[in-house]
């Protein structure tokens, strides 16, 4: 029964051993053909078991040793190509690769002469389940197959022990499986070589091992281990990480999370009112993409960005989600200093010219009233008196546009020399009110006491409820600009019909 029971083994581990040879050589793995080689390779020695195993043959349990012996020679060959290429092993001289194939060459013909001198094996009938079996008798060659064999697998084993001991803990684990599987499979033939038992058993051995290089080769992950990576991994990214379940409820956060939303004693539940209480129902937003956020750290307020997205299940059903939120707070101030310094003139502080195009669009040209103001004769201060004072004379003229317009008003220096104001919610029966604002600059700006060249203005203005866009506000500004210097400059005059 014992017997039966092993063929039937054989046979079905020669089928499943093809199979995978099939598979692994179409497999698109770097490592397929090897696989394919050393599968396909253990075939031949599972044949030659079966036949011995199955016949009560003297002249077919002789082939059947031919078949085991010549096909242990190849396996070995495909198990140290698989075992170099696995563990990225490279041997730059051709000439162990000469050695090794000469080696098993010469064990191949010493079998062959076996029939004509007996150098090898013969074979002796035991009674196994009421007929025979023939078992090997080893002769010098036979000693010579073993030693061989059994260097290049002990060769293996080594190579793949200081793999195991050298690696990162994720190889370790795919070089220990191959290493273990390997082990078992060497101490199973010797049982049976110093046992001396009946019936061959170790193929059975080497053909699980075959299935079992196939699978972790081709197929397995150490998902226990990768998990415990990966959770090392988010645990200290800088973003903090939420994962929520269907119901909304906070089940996992990294450390970044824990620290943000002060959670204690691993009660993650904590996190979703917290997170509430700094960004408010956002969290619950199922907008895809990120979302940017302003929240409250102490007294301190940062710029967040949110980005939530759904997790499912192996059927494709909603899990719950996962929350990310990284702070970017030092580049919004970065963007922030860009886009001031886009619109802003460096030397005055004030709105450049394309501040003054992104900001018209937004205003009431209605409710608007324009100053368009000119340093009067700047050419001549700096020439007089250098760049540096006509700087000085620039940005003087700036801060005392400021200081005698409204915080909501608008101040673009949109030229050399010139500037422009724009006073919002403005009313033309208040022109007294504008006029006195200019005269009140032009006081200053003759002040002599702040060692800065005198100077004056001259002011054109007019009214937006006149014009049908901004650049006509402008060309009357403009015109009402040039009735100020034909009547001598340091002053203003206000836009009228027929200039």
Not at 79 to 102: D, G
Not at 349 to 367: C, E, F, H, K, M
Request: aromatic share 12%; hydrophobic share 45%.
């Amino acid at each position: 029964m014992m017997r039966n029971l092993v063929v039937y083994i054989l046979i079905i581990l020669v089928m499943v051993l093809a199979a995978c040879a099939m598979v692994a050589l179409r497999s698109q793995k770097t490592n397929g053909r090897y696989v394919a080689r050393l599968t396909g390779a253990l075939i031949a020695p599972v044949i030659g078991n079966l036949i011995i195993t199955a016949t009560g043959n003297r002249t077919l349990a002789t082939v059947g040793c031919y078949i085991y012996f010549i096909g242990m020679d190849i396996v070995m060959s495909a198990l140290l190509r698989f075992t170099l290429e696995y563990c990225n092993i490279k041997w730059h001289s051709r000439n162990i690769y000469i050695l090794l194939y000469a080696l098993l060459g010469i064990d191949v013909l010493q079998f062959l002469c076996n029939p004509f001198f007996g150098n090898a094996f013969s074979t002796d009938a035991v009674m196994v389940n009421a007929f025979a079996y023939y078992r090997v008798i080893p002769h010098a060659g036979q000693v010579y197959h073993r030693l061989l064999d059994y260097s290049i697998f002990l060769s293996v084993l080594l190579i793949f022990l200081i793999k195991a001991l050298r690696a990162s803990r994720y190889n370790t684990e795919r070089y220990s499986v191959i290493l273990i599987t390997m082990v078992c499979t060497g101490i199973f033939q010797t049982f049976y070589i110093f046992s001396r038992t009946p019936v061959d058993l170790s193929m059975i051995g080497y053909g699980v091992f075959g299935i079992l290089v196939f699978y972790f080769t081709l197929y397995y992950r150490p998902l226990r281990l990768l998990d415990r990576m990966l959770v090392n991994v988010v645990s200290d990214m800088p973003e903090a990480l939420f994962f929520f379940d269907e119901g909304g409820s906070c089940i996992w956060a990294n450390h970044a999370g824990v620290d943000m939303t002060h959670i204690t004693n691993d009660n993650y539940e904590q996190a979703s009112d917290r997170l509430r209480q700094l960004f408010g129902d956002v969290i619950q937003t199922e907008e895809e993409g990120p979302v940017q956020c302003k929240a409250c750290s102490g007294d301190e307020e940062k710029s967040y960005v949110l980005l939530r997205r759904p997790l499912t299940d192996s059927r494709n059903r909603l899990a719950g989600f996962f929350l990310t939120i990284r702070d970017n707070t030092s580049e919004q101030l970065k963007l922030e200093k860009r886009t001031y310094e886009a619109i802003h003139d460096a030397l005055t502080g004030v709105y450049n010219r394309t501040g003054y195009y992104q900001i018209t669009p937004d205003l009431d040209l209605n409710a608007t009233c324009m100053f368009l103001i000119d340093i009067d004769d700047f050419k001549s201060i700096n020439d007089t008196y250098g760049h540096k004072a006509g700087d000085k004379v620039l940005q003087k003229a700036a801060q005392l546009t400021k200081r005698y317009f409204r915080a909501e008003d608008y101040i673009f220096r949109v030229g050399g020399d010139e500037f422009v104001v724009l006073m919002v919610r403005a009313r033309e029966d208040q022109r007294n009110l504008a006029g006195k604002k200019v005269e009140h600059i032009n006081n200053m700006m003759n002040d002599g006491n702040d060692d800065i060249p005198n100077a004056s203005l001259s002011v054109g203005i007019a009214y937006g409820i006149h014009a049908a866009d901004f650049k006509e506000l402008f060309e009357q500004a403009d015109h009402a600009l040039y009735a100020t210097k034909q009547k001598g400059k340091n002053g203003y005059s206000f836009w009228e019909k027929g200039m």
